[in-house]
């Protein structure tokens, strides 16, 4: 299937279509393929963000399994190790101000420069951009920008050891301290690796695949806005491309109150969800919805100002389990206490990425639904569970499976 990822997980984003699911105790029918279909893949290297995603347990629905455990695993690593990276970026880059100052220090001491000194320096930049790497690498990409860096200054501070100009050798220090402090700093910190709004990988995993060329993917970044909660850690976030605030006006850029998918929303979801959610073992549980970026740049009367659940993004339920021999026990427990419908394809046709698409419902109905989704095991199977819309504001009645209103969900409950 050609649009597996972006379409499942995406289900068209920046639309109104969800993601209808389907019933079959095999799994999940999608459209067909070719036996060599790839998902875009011309030969040349993937854009960052845009990688071939590694599953090397077989599935029966790879590419949804792929995406899906990726999407998780980023927002995980948001969730519990994003603080500790972050530190340790600043930390060494302090340690390389540091060693600037001790340099400084020994240099107008003694009035005499050497090519030691310069080494030192190169190895403690070298040390610092390699444990800045390994502590935010592959989420962000620091290495190259702090070797680039200091690679600047330390060639032009080679240059002075010989005609031993002490003056020279201070100022390039004095500069390279300035470049070091600077991006050292918790305001650059939050934007070169933002956690608010996220637009690193995981935004581009939660948009995969992203469509070719260079003009019709920032189409789809820039107007894209995606709510991830990690209700299992604490954990949410707005996913989409920043507001350009040198560009436009504070007053023309739209402000979103509160955080993505609050607790009570989940909740809401949970309920309208009915048999689906099974806390018992469950490891991760993340909400996701998409939805339209507000646009920037409107007269102000006309610029966005509310509640991200005003958006109205369609919503994507996730469940994660130790392994598949649990995964298959929770779905058999669901199967057992849902009302179920027969089989229908998840897509009804394939379509280009960002074309709208709704699920077929039972009895030859299309409806625009939300739709919910978990990350697959070996064994994926995928339930649809119908549950009564609210009915009045703060309404809801969960398990009536057959009325005339119906929302129809979709999710596989599934084994890491």
């Known amino acids: 299937m050609q649009r597996t990822r972006r379409g499942l997980l995406g289900a068209g984003v920046g639309i109104a279509a969800g993601a209808a699911g389907c ?7 999608y459209p067909d393929a070719a036996p060599d279909a790839t998902d875009g893949d011309d030969g ?24 899906t455990r990726n999407v998780v695993d980023d927002a995980v690593w948001f969730a519990t190790e994003y603080a500790d990276a972050v530190a340790t970026y600043r930390d060494a880059i302090a340690g390389v101000v540091a060693e600037v100052d001790a340099l400084r220090a020994a240099a107008d001491e003694s009035d005499a420069v050497t090519v030691e000194m310069v080494d030192r320096l190169d190895a403690a930049a070298r040390a610092a951009a390699d444990r800045a790497a390994e502590a935010l690498e592959p989420h962000f990409h620091p290495e190259a920008r702090i070797r680039g860096r200091a690679r600047r200054h330390v060639e032009e501070l080679r240059t002075v050891p010989p ?4 003056d020279r050798f201070l100022e390039e220090l004095d500069r390279m301290r300035r470049g070091f402090a600077s991006i050292g700093t918790a305001i650059y910190v939050a934007e070169a690796f933002s956690r608010d709004p996220i637009h690193n990988r995981l935004l581009d995993r939660l948009l995969y695949p992203l469509p070719e060329g260079d003009e019709r993917r920032r189409e789809v970044r820039g107007t894209a806005f995606v709510e991830v ?11 989409h491309e920043p507001y350009d605030d040198d560009r436009y ?16 929303r989940r909740e809401e979801l949970r309920a309208r969800l009915g048999p689906i959610p099974r806390s018992e073992d469950r490891t991760d549980e993340l909400f996701v919805a998409f939805a339209d970026r ?3 740049g409107n007269r102000p009367s006309e610029t966005f100002e509310g509640w991200a ?7 994507l339920y996730v469940q994660r389990y130790p392994d598949a021999d649990t995964e298959s026990e929770r779905l058999v427990a669901v199967l057992a206490d849902a009302s179920t419908g027969g089989r229908h394809r998840i897509d009804p046709g394939p379509r280009p990425p960002g074309s709208d698409f709704s699920g077929e419902l039972l009895g030859g109905r299309r409806r625009r639904s939300a739709g919910t989704a978990t990350r697959p095991g070996r064994d994926d199977d995928t339930l649809v569970a119908r549950t009564l819309p609210r009915t009045r504001p703060g309404g809801l009645e969960a398990l009536r499976l057959r009325r005339a209103r119906e929302v129809q969900y979709g999710t596989s409950v599934a084994g890491r």
């Open 23 to 29: 019933l079959g105790v095999r799994g999940v029918e």
């Open 294 to 296: 507000p646009s920037a």
């Open 163 to 166: 005609r031993n100009d002490v």
């Open 249 to 264: 006006d504070r007053s023309r850029i739209p402000r979103i109150y509160g955080g993505a998918f609050g607790a009570d």
């Open 44 to 67: 040349e290297p993937d854009p960052p963000g845009d990688e071939q995603l590694d599953d090397p347990d077989p599935v029966l629905n790879e590419s949804l399994a792929a995406a």
């Open 309 to 315: 659940s005003e958006l109205d993004g369609t919503p």
């Open 229 to 239: 909660a990690l209700a299992s850690r604490g954990f949410a976030a707005f996913a």
